[in-house]
T-cell receptor, first 114, second 116 residues
Framework: AQSVTQLDSQVPVFEEAPVELRCNYS??????LFWYVQYPNQGLQLLLK??????LVKSINGFEAEFNKSQTSFHLRKPSVHISDTAEYFC????????????FGTGTRLTIIP | GAVVSQHPSRVICKSGTSVKIECRSL??????MFWYRQFPKQSLMLMAT?????????EQGVEKDKFLINHASLTLSTLTVTSAHPEDSSFYIC????????????FGPGTRLTVL
């Protein structure tokens, strides 16, 4: 069985400050890792993903995440946040061996303070 | 690409009635679609996995007779909440993955169900 831990349920950050949203996972098999963002009353949008290759993956809006196998982490970072980044962020994991089911963390609410 | 739509976006119904929610992949063929339920301020819980042309696989604790899933084509899956009760009120979200790239799920915008 897999599990995902997002320790921070809420993260308030001042505008233009850096942010890190933490994600740790546990799995007995190789994994794919994902970050999804959910804006109020909307579904989830894929932010970025790690499937294989380079452990550092980036999104088009300035977020990046690094897969760290030894620490079983996939933390999400952005060097300078914007008001529009206010949303709920979910980390998720799936089995790289073909089981497509996603296991989600409990989410982190990122609030940007003007 | 990889757009998933849901209809309706919001529905309010009386207790005891049935509600059908549609999930469509608009620009790709989806071999597998997933249905999730999300309670306020909580994460998504997988309810079932549906493959085109076969019976859905339900997660433990999800009543298959209450949440009927039909995956009639490679672009459409439906979830019917039968004999809905107030405790079924929730945000229902579907997702789909591409036929030739099953590693990533693309999510619909969700359906807010309120049962009075």
């Amino acid at each position: 069985a897999q599990s995902v831990t997002q320790l921070d349920s809420q993260v308030p950050v001042f505008e233009e400050a850096p942010v890190e949203l933490r994600c740790n996972y546990s799995s007995s098999v190789s994994v794919y890792l994902f970050w999804y963002v959910q804006y109020p009353n909307q579904g989830l949008q894929l932010l970025l993903k790690y499937l294989s290759g380079s452990t550092l993956v980036k999104s088009i809006n300035g977020f990046e995440a690094e897969f760290n196998k030894s620490q079983t982490s996939f933390h999400l970072r952005k060097p300078s946040v914007h008001i529009s980044d206010t949303a709920e962020y979910f980390c998720a994991v799936s089995d790289a061996g073909g089981n497509e089911k996603l296991t989600f963390g409990t989410g982190t609410r990122l609030t940007i303070i003007p | 690409g990889a757009v998933v739509s849901q209809h309706p976006s919001r529905v309010i119904c009386k207790s005891g009635t049935s509600v059908k929610i549609e999930c469509r992949s608009l620009d790709f063929q989806a071999t597998t679609m997933f249905w999730y339920r999300q309670f306020p301020k909580q994460s998504l819980m997988l309810m079932a996995t549906s493959n085109e042309g076969s019976k859905a696989t339900y997660e433990q604790g999800v009543e298959k007779d209450k949440f009927l899933i039909n995956h009639a084509s490679l672009t459409l899956s439906t979830l019917t909440v039968t004999s809905a009760h107030p405790e079924d009120s929730s945000f229902y979200i579907c997702s789909a993955n591409r036929a030739l790239a099953t590693d990533t799920q693309y999510f619909g915008p969700g359906t807010r169900l309120t049962v009075l």
